[in-house]
Every structure is written in C-alpha cells, then in structure tokens.
C-alpha cells in the first residue's frame, strides 16, 4: 500500500513558476514508477509526466515539455512536479499516482492516487 499526499499547488501570474511535491508512505517507493496527471473543471483527467523507479527515465506530454520536468529523490520518498513559464490552461487540479514497474502514460495504469492540489493560473 502507498498513500500520496500532493503539496505545493496555490494561485500564481501567468509567467510564473510553481514546483509540486508528492510525499510517499512505505518503505518501498524505489518499487514504483510515478506519474502527475491533471484535471481540469469539465474535462478528463489527462497525462503530465512520468517517470521511472530510479529517475533514470522521465516523459513528459509533448505539449508540455520545456516547461514541465519530473524529478523524484527516492531518499526523501518524494516526486516532483517543475512547473515553469505558467499559462491559464495549466490551472487544474494536479494529482500524482504511483504503480508497480515501469512508467506508463495513460491513468487507468496507476494503482494509487494521492488527492490532488490546485494550480490556479491567473493571466
């Protein structure tokens, strides 16, 4: 079992930076791959970035790479979410979610869900 307990999301101008934090219970947190996935108001839940269990592998969604990167410290049981150069459609709530081996892209793959933290991204 894992429990994820999202922090960080709050209210930021467009242009700004925000950087997520995912805490993870258990002793085994090198064991998972973890993913950050959005959701907007009205929307599906849709893929952010991935990455592996020894944060040797990262992805990200097209449209966001060069301004979303992924990190975990496997020490500190904790993944990362940078969030650089915000726009207003970034503004969702942003969960992160953790499976057994390796990365995946789409939500139904994730055994565990932390419950989220908002990003609300004002122009």
């Known amino acids: 079992q894992v429990q994820l307990v999202e922090s960080g999301g709050g209210l930021v101008q467009a242009g700004g930076s925000l950087r997520l934090s995912c805490a993870a219970s258990?002793?085994?947190?090198?064991?998972?791959?973890m993913g950050w996935f959005r959701q907007a108001p009205g929307k599906e839940r849709e893929f952010v970035a991935t990455?592996?269990?020894?944060?040797?592998?990262?992805s990200s969604a097209d449209s966001l790479k060069g301004r979303f990167a992924i990190s975990r410290d496997n020490a500190k049981t904790t993944v990362y979410l940078q969030m650089n150069s915000l726009k207003p459609e970034d503004t969702a709530v942003y969960y992160c979610?953790?499976?057994?081996?390796?990365?995946?892209?789409?939500?139904?793959?994730?055994?565990?869900w932390g419950q989220g933290t908002q990003v609300t991204v004002s122009s």
């Open positions: 979610a953790a499976r057994p081996g390796i990365i995946a892209y789409d939500p139904q793959s994730y055994m565990y």
């Open positions: 258990g002793r085994t947190f090198g064991n998972y791959a």
């Open positions: 990455i592996s269990r020894s944060g040797g592998s990262t």
